[in-house]
């Protein structure tokens, strides 16, 4: 059954329950286990609901044919050799775990391997993000939501027929769905983001939907937050000035905080629709106050019929309403008028 709501341990995520926000670390810890916990009391302060990790383990996901990004790190000789550097152990996870936990934030971790899975089962993890090179991996997709957990797939990288079937495998064996709209770029840049992706995968899939950015900016989110967004993932850093390939498609934790505060504000705007009328009647001493009456220009003797330059548009709106000018022009007064003196119904005729 489709569902536009799911349950990421104790938090509702989708239609009429505020946006899920996950501040990623990935590798930005570059191994330091004391960083790590460093970033979850950072991101705990930014006010993001969950901080997600990566959990690699070398020897279960690499091979020495893996020649991506061998060359950005001196002290690697190789791919392998990065991702072994990048290994937490089981308790050193626990730890980060218990960590989050008492931080209140919600831990994730994207698995990339079944040995991954495997040791966040064990961990206790509420759900599991899908990265975008791992869409297509449906053993360990299935694997997943034999879990009976929550899969939050990222679509970068995917077709729609790549992401049918990702979505058919988690269902099929019985594992709730959510989707991010992502765009393989880091940083990506804005004619790249995709925002129209979000509507058509909430009309294609009728589930939970959200943005994963890597724009480095608060833009895309924000725009993606008032398109319908249940769900935002950004990469988060201590600073631009970091080591690191994803530092450029990366928030700063000010930056970050300052998005969780917009993504708070537009849901309270959204959440309350104003009722024009209602508010005209709430502030009829301002419009008073603030509108404009007919006023006479100079000194006007009885028996003088109105003309356009005897008229004047001044505040307070306190008399007849300067839209009403047309209804005067013509018209005789009864009595004399001062300059500057407001013009009343009851002292004219026709």
């Known amino acids: 059954m489709r569902t536009r709501t799911i349950k990421i341990e104790n938090r509702l995520v989708g239609d009429g329950y505020p946006c899920f926000v996950i501040g990623e670390i990935a590798q930005a810890h570059d191994g330091s286990l004391g960083t790590a916990h460093a970033y979850i009391d950072a991101l705990a302060r930014a006010g993001v609901d969950a901080i997600k990790f990566q959990t690699h383990i070398a020897s279960a996901e690499s091979s ?8 950005v790190f001196p002290q690697d000789g190789s791919r392998y050799d990065y991702w072994k550097r990048m290994e937490f152990s089981k ?64 679509s970068g990288m995917s077709s729609w027929s790549d992401m049918d079937e990702a979505v058919s495998t988690v269902t099929d064996n019985g594992g709730q769905v959510a989707l991010f709209q992502c765009t393989t770029s880091y ?5 790249k983001i995709g925002l129209n992706v979000i509507g058509e995968l909430q009309t294609r899939y009728l589930r939970p939907v959200g943005l994963s950015d890597h724009s480095g900016t608060i833009y895309p989110s924000l725009a993606a937050v008032t398109l319908g967004a249940k769900l935002i993932e950004v990469h988060a850093v201590f600073s631009k000035d970091c080591f690191g390939p994803d530092v450029g498609a990366s928030l700063t934790i000010p930056a970050l905080t300052q998005l969780v505060e917009g993504i708070r504000y537009i849901e309270a705007m959204a959440n309350s629709p104003l009722d024009k009328d209602a508010e005209a009647r709430e502030l009829e001493e301002l419009r008073l106050l603030f509108g404009k009456s007919l006023y006479t220009r100079g000194d006007l003797p009885k028996g003088h019929r109105l003309e356009a330059g005897d008229i004047a548009l001044k505040k307070p709106g306190t008399g007849i309403p300067a839209k009403n000018i047309d209804r005067v022009i013509g018209k005789r007064l009864i009595r004399d008028y001062r300059a500057d003196e407001q013009l009343h119904e009851s002292d004219m005729d026709d």
């Open 187 to 191: 940083p990506c840049p804005p004619e």
């Open 64 to 71: 020495p044919d893996e020649k991506f990004r061998i060359n």
């Open 91 to 154: 308790d050193q996870w626990h730890s980060l775990f218990e960590h989050a936990r008492r931080k209140n934030l919600i831990f994730l971790s994207s698995p990339f391997s079944f040995e991954a899975v495997d040791l966040l089962e064990a961990l206790g993890v509420p759900a599991w993000k899908v990265g975008s090179g791992e869409v297509t991996n449906l053993p360990m997709l299935k694997k997943m939501a034999a879990t009976g957990k929550p899969v939050l797939i990222s």
